[in-house]
């Protein structure tokens, strides 16, 4: 009964931690120990390399700065007013706000691998209108006869169709990808098989 019924008299130091507040002064250690696992943990994501317009990697940085700077404070401040109300047992802003919390140190996590792994793709014209990451490309669906589209191949982190942005991971981007204007391709597609034809590189 007594776990169901604590009040904000009772709470754990790891309660308090949440919240942004400490009790024991051991968030100055615990920050120096993260920041020597991040060094020793750095090896084991060189591997998996994520590439990225110098564009893409500014926008990756600044939002890490705002997780980091901004949003863990909103996200404690929450913490410390549900703790104010008491009884954590039945209090759903304190379980909103943890799962907030979860949430977005998840994030600046994966922000900081990305980071840490990111390869620039060079941005540079392709002389032999060569389909490559970086590139823009001018392509028209022979299927459907539709209108020629235009779109800027990207890495998979940077991916926004409604800024025609697509990934190279994408069946549009890996059929064009290391393909040359004037190249047919063809893209499997859930309904079936598209044929495209690449109109202009740039």
Avoid: C, H, W
Wanted: proline share 2%; glycine share 4%; no cysteine.
């Amino acid at each position: 009964m007594a776990d169901e019924n604590r009040n904000k008299d009772e709470l754990t130091e790891d309660d308090l931690t949440l919240a942004g507040q400490s009790t024991s002064g051991k968030d100055d250690d615990d920050s120096d120990n993260e920041e020597e696992n991040e060094d020793t943990d750095t090896d084991s994501d060189d591997s998996q390399q994520t590439l990225v317009t110098r564009e893409g990697l500014k926008n990756l940085k600044d939002e890490l700065e705002e997780l980091e700077n901004v949003k863990r404070k909103e996200v404690a401040q929450r913490l410390k007013e549900a703790i104010s109300f008491g009884d954590l047992s039945e209090n759903s802003e304190y379980e909103d706000a943890k799962n907030e919390q979860a949430l977005t140190e998840n994030r600046i996590a994966e922000l900081k691998r990305m980071i840490k792994t990111a390869k620039i793709i060079a941005e540079k014209k392709s002389s032999g209108k060569i389909v490559k990451i970086g590139s823009t490309v001018k392509i028209q669906n022979l299927t459907d006869k539709d209108e020629p589209e235009t779109y800027t191949i990207v890495g998979s982190t940077e991916a926004n169709p409604t800024e025609a942005k697509i990934s190279n991971e994408s069946p549009i981007g890996a059929s064009i990808v290391d393909k040359e204007q004037g190249d047919e391709v063809s893209v499997k597609v859930p309904a079936g098989e598209l044929k495209y034809k690449i109109l202009k590189v740039s």
